[in-house]
Structures are given as structure tokens and as C-alpha cells.
């Protein structure tokens, strides 16, 4: 799987009001503007689901930013069953060195580094090189392609969904990135969608396209597609908490967990479906 390469989080520098939204950011200088917001980022918690749709299986993770570090990760579900002892064990292994996939794979691309391909009132469009990508999973199985692919970001002003984020990677050419490995396809997509209260572009889903040979191997074809749900800010403060206190005109107390599109968990503010009071009692 690739771990790093899944997309830090941006936020706008948009003042949110009790009469306003966030909006899009004008430019790459705008969405780039607050990458040192570190403590949102690290605050964001997540359940991700990865379908492989030509080795079917599938595999459901929780990562809880706030637990000590080898709890973070938590294996929910595997090829439709719980996870053994074994498979906790191994997947806690893999996943014992990472943090958030969510974070860094931006904050050392420069605006300068980004070039401007197309622009319109509702669309903005940059190619750009990308600092590093890891495909495997992890460690000693884990490969650096960043100098074989480029990278595409799309901002776009929907009318109908709000700001949405794009950022595909994808190689122009096939590669060897190791002796023995010969890639011939590889590409991936992330979508994220902005949030309208805190200002915070939170994961909806990423697609992974990989094919190619290995050394003894006949051949790897990969299609893994992840969709990211109960997205949750845990806890809020510091200025998010004062923007969704602003926007919803009431005090709220700091340590409140937010969701996106489903308001807060405190007492002031239920949130006011089944469905995003499921995500509320999941954490």
C-alpha cells in the first residue's frame, strides 16, 4: 500500500462567520498558505475501506490520532470477517512506524514548484513534481518512485458538492524502480472535499492503479480503491473550536469532537442523522 503518499490535509485561510463558508482558494499560494497548522492535522481521525478489485479483498482500518502510537491503527474488518490474532499482529507490525497517510506528502512542494496549466472561474489546474512517493508496505518492502511520476492538482468550485480537491499522481513512462521490478502503469487518485465550518479539506477517497513484473513473480495487476468514513476531528480547539462555536452561535466546550457535514457531539449541538450519530458513537 502506499503510506506516505496519501495526501497531507490543506486548509484555507478563509474567517469563517455564523453567515459565511469556506471558500475555495483562489490560487496555489492560497491553499498552500496554512500547511503549518500541524495541530489540526494531527487531531483528524478516520475509518478507511480498501476493495482490490482483481485480487478481491477487502480490509477496513481505524486510525485514532490520539492513542499512543502503536495503538493508532486498528484492523476492523478483513475480507469480510474479523481479524484473527495473527492478522492483528501482523497488520500492528506494518503498521507500527506510521503516522497519519494523511500527512507530509506536501509540506516540502514549494508554490514555486507548481506550474499553472489551465484557469477558469470555477476550475483551477497545476502539474507539479512530487517530493516523494513510497509504494509497498513499508519499510525494507517499500519502494521510492517520486522520480518516475508526476504529480496533477485540480481545484475545483462545484456548485452543486462545494470546493473539491484533486490530486493525481501518475507515471508518464514505464519504470524499474529496483533490479528484478519493471512497472508499466501506475497512478493514483485522491478526492477531497472542503468543509464548509472548519475550513479543513477531509479525505473522501483514493484510487490505486499499479501493474507490472517482478523478479519470480508472473506479474502484479492492482486496482485498489479506499473510501474514507467517519471523518472526525478529535478533539477540537484553539481556533476551529471558536469557528464552529461562531457558526453555529452557540459556546462550545474545547474537547468537543466534530464531523464534518454532521455538526458536533456535544450537548449544544447534536448531530441530527442516524448515520452521523453512528460515526459520533464509533470513537
Sequence with gaps: MIQRCLLALLVTGFSLSVHSAAQCPQDIHALMAHLDMTEQYERIGFEVNHVGEHDK????ERYEPLLPAEQRWKLLELDGEMPNKKDQQKFASRRADQGN??????????????????QTTSRLHYQFQPDQIEVGSGGKNSLDVSEYVRGSLTLLNDADIGCVLNINLSSPDS????TGVKVKTFSLSNRFLLDDITGLFFPESSTLVLKGRAFLVAGFDVLNRATYSAVKLLPTSGKILDQIAEYHNTDISDGTTYTPGCGTSSDAIQPVTADCQAVSDQF
Excluded: C, E, K, T
Design 101 to 118: 497517510p494523511l500527512l507530509g506528502f506536501l509540506a516540502d512542494i514549494q508554490p514555486i514548484n507548481f506550474q499553472l496549466v489551465s
Design 57 to 60: 479483498y477487502s480490509r477496513s
Design 175 to 178: 519504470f524499474s524502480p529496483r
